[in-house]
């Protein structure tokens, strides 16, 4: 059981690129999201899901898009990258019922910088 | 959007110290989780509470939900180095939906 996974841990880019961050869970969890963490801002919430086909805009949703086409896997797609958008990802998950339907669950991480 | 509120922001402690921290909203919340994240590496959940009033241990540190359900506590006892890390506390109120509600995190810094 891997949890969540993120695929890079590490990307550079250059301003006007487009690249997608890869995540992904094998625990079946409903609800997956997307958190940026900057210094002194926090965790802020970019896109969220509730399921497969079902996507919605958080906190922070410019530059950024997404899609839900399986359970698993919740990619994250900047269209256009900005210098603004260095930053640390997160993608995140959990269940939407149940009895644990609260834990949520962090992946490692990706180190965006954008020149 | 909202934010929890926890301070200060950095706490130093003498190893084998006990360290208290909390967290506090204006909101009123049926769940509350505690995030550890070390240096390079993303948020790990550490407890979850789910009950006014409710307290839970994990090891070495106990959680506790504000029986006014706008705080909630963090205790660490007989710390150690490696309880360096940025612990952040977030709050959820009921609904598949809801979205988590992040503290901004406080840095603990242990010396040996």
């Known amino acids: 059981n891997a949890g969540v996974t993120q695929t890079p841990k590490f990307q550079v880019l250059k301003t006007g690129q487009s690249m997608t961050l890869q995540c992904a869970q094998d625990m079946n969890h409903e609800y997956m999201s997307w958190y940026r963490q900057d210094p002194g801002m926090g965790l802020r919430l970019i896109h969220y899901?509730?399921?497969?086909?079902?996507?919605d805009q958080g906190e922070v949703p410019n530059g950024y898009n997404v899609s839900r086409s399986t359970t698993e896997d919740f990619p994250l797609r900047l269209l256009s990258a900005a210098p603004s958008q260095t930053s640390v990802y997160f993608c995140?998950?959990?269940?939407?019922?149940?009895?644990?339907?609260?834990?949520?669950?962090f992946g490692p991480g990706t180190r965006l910088t954008v020149t | 959007g909202q934010q929890l509120n926890q301070s200060p922001q950095s706490m130093f402690i003498q190893e084998g110290e006990d360290v208290s921290m909390n967290c506090t909203s204006s909101s009123i919340f049926n769940t509350w989780l505690w995030y550890k994240q070390d240096p390079g590496e993303g948020p790990v959940l550490l407890i979850a509470?789910?009950?006014?009033?409710e307290l839970t241990s994990n090891g070495r540190l106990t959680a506790q939900f504000g029986i006014t359900r706008k705080d909630s506590f963090l205790n660490i006892s007989a710390s150690i180095p490696s309880d360096v890390g940025i612990y952040f506390c977030a709050g959820l109120y009921t609904g598949a939906n809801s979205k988590l509600t992040f503290g901004k995190g406080i840095t603990l810094s242990v010396r040996p």
């Open positions: 995140a998950s959990r269940r939407l019922a149940g009895g644990l339907a609260y834990e949520q669950y």
């Open positions: 509470l789910y009950k006014a009033g």
């Open positions: 899901s509730v399921g497969a086909g079902i996507t």
